[in-house]
């Protein structure tokens, strides 16, 4: 079974532009959430989607923004990209509530 | 909220020597899973254990075994024979109950194994 694939791997960006990450969850799991990595401040969660629904969503400013497709695959766009958006951006799917989050690899996102 | 800690940035231990990881956690919820992942140098954060506040067992699977202590909110991770291939960042991390059944996990800031040949 394929795990949980992100693309692509590593994005350059400048500041001002818009950025969107994708993310293919393993087969038949519906729930997936988004992370950023960062050396300051961690792992910090973005939000969740399942169903097509936004289930919850972290302490991100508007920029950060996701949709789920009816296929399960999700995306993140990140709008007026910042410095400080430079990060590890994770992606995990689950097959329901009580089971474990698995990662994709991420994308290396750097803005100069 | 739900907070957790590890208190040690690094470790470094000789091959196959057991090794073990300290993880605590806050929360006020009755029921709340714990997990630890592996993240080597490449990013990846890979699955290794999860610990169900009801179990009544501490998991184990193969080498990794978790030490749960419920009265001191305690998950620690114990690998035993190490390995150099164990060398990485592992997080102890924690689901946050919230409405719906959403998945959202808080990380603990992790600590990097280092297993010297």
């Known amino acids: 079974k394929a795990g949980v694939t992100q693309t692509p791997r590593y994005l350059i960006k400048t500041r001002g532009q818009q950025v969107t990450l994708s993310c293919s969850p393993i087969s038949g799991h519906r729930s997936v959430s988004w992370y950023q990595q960062t050396p300051g401040q961690g792992l910090q969660f973005l939000f969740e989607y399942f169903s097509e629904t936004q289930r919850n969503k972290g302490n991100f400013p508007g920029r950060f923004s996701g949709r789920q497709f009816s296929n399960s695959r999700s995306e993140m766009n990140v709008s007026t990209l910042e410095l400080g958006d430079s990060a590890l951006y994770l992606c995990a799917s689950s097959l329901h509530q009580d089971s474990p989050l698995h990662f994709g690899n991420g994308t290396r996102l750097t803005v100069t | ?117």
């Open chain 2, 1 to 117: 909220a739900q907070k957790i800690t590890q208190t040690q940035p690094g470790m470094f231990v000789q091959e196959k020597e057991a090794v073990t990881l300290d993880c605590t956690y806050d929360t006020s919820d009755p029921s709340y899973g714990l997990f630890w992942y592996k993240q080597p140098s490449s990013g990846e954060m890979i699955f290794l254990i999860y610990q169900g506040s009801y179990d009544q067992q501490n998991a184990t699977e193969g080498r990794y075994s978790l030490n749960f202590q419920k009265a001191r909110k305690s998950a620690n991770l114990v690998i035993s024979a190490s390995q150099l291939g164990d060398s990485a960042m592992y997080f102890c991390a924690m689901r946050e109950e919230t409405f719906q059944g959403a998945q959202k996990l808080v990380f603990g800031q992790g600590t990097r194994l280092t297993i010297n040949p």
